[in-house]
């Protein structure tokens, strides 16, 4: 049988042993507390680029001036009678679409259907897409139009791999 001075040695190392455990718990729900808030920082982190790049299903390469030629091909599903190629300039691009630069007032009301020229990364791009909007700023003299390509799947692959080198070298240029 044990003696009262085992008795209280039991006890005192039980008590012991339980402050400890309980300060390792304290501390241990003390850093899940600070890595729950790291964890919700980066998710808003990455909710908020989700937002900012998914604002579009594709990521845009921007340009300054980048020279295009377009023809039109038809107007509310009239073929056009005029083929001539028109010059333009690329806002932005993207293998879903692009934002056109134009002296020309397309009739937007209208389903207006685009063949686009252009030349990216030393390779020719030739694609097919119908004005989804226009812009009109009182400042600039010409027409901006957004652009959505129809379904190209080997041309919009091609452009979308270029378009990536394009984006990593612009990024290696920042820094």
């Given at each position: 049988m044990l003696s009262i001075d085992?008795?209280?040695?039991?006890?005192?190392?039980?008590?012991?042993?339980?402050?400890?455990?309980?300060?390792?718990?304290?501390?241990?729900?003390?850093?899940?507390?600070?890595?729950?808030?790291?964890?919700?920082?980066?998710?808003?982190?990455v909710k908020e680029m989700k937002e900012d790049t998914n604002s579009r299903e594709a990521f845009r390469v921007n340009f300054f001036i980048k020279k295009c030629a377009y023809s039109i091909l038809e107007i509310a599903n009239q073929t056009?009678?005029?083929n001539s190629w028109k010059e333009g300039e690329i806002r932005d691009l993207s293998f879903k679409g692009m934002k056109l630069i134009s002296d020309f007032d397309l009739p937007v009301k209208k389903r207006v259907k685009l063949k686009i020229?252009?030349?990216?990364?030393?390779?020719?791009f030739?694609?097919?897409?119908?004005?989804?909007?226009?812009?009109?700023?009182?400042?600039?003299?010409?027409?901006?139009?957004?652009?959505?390509?129809?379904?190209?799947?080997?041309?919009?692959?091609?452009?979308?791999?270029?378009?990536?080198?394009?984006?990593?070298?612009?990024?290696?240029?920042?820094?």
């Open positions: 085992g008795v209280t040695i039991i006890t005192t190392i039980f008590i012991i042993l339980t402050l400890v455990l309980l300060i390792l718990l304290a501390v241990l729900l003390k850093e899940l507390k600070k890595k729950d808030k790291k964890i919700d920082k980066l998710s808003k982190k056009s009678i005029d020229k252009f030349n990216l990364g030393d390779e020719d030739t694609l097919v897409g119908i004005i989804v909007r226009q812009e009109i700023y009182k400042d600039e003299p010409q027409m901006i139009y957004g652009i959505q390509f129809m379904n190209d799947t080997q041309n919009q692959k091609a452009l979308f791999k270029v378009l990536n080198k394009v984006e990593i070298e612009n990024r290696e240029l920042e820094r």
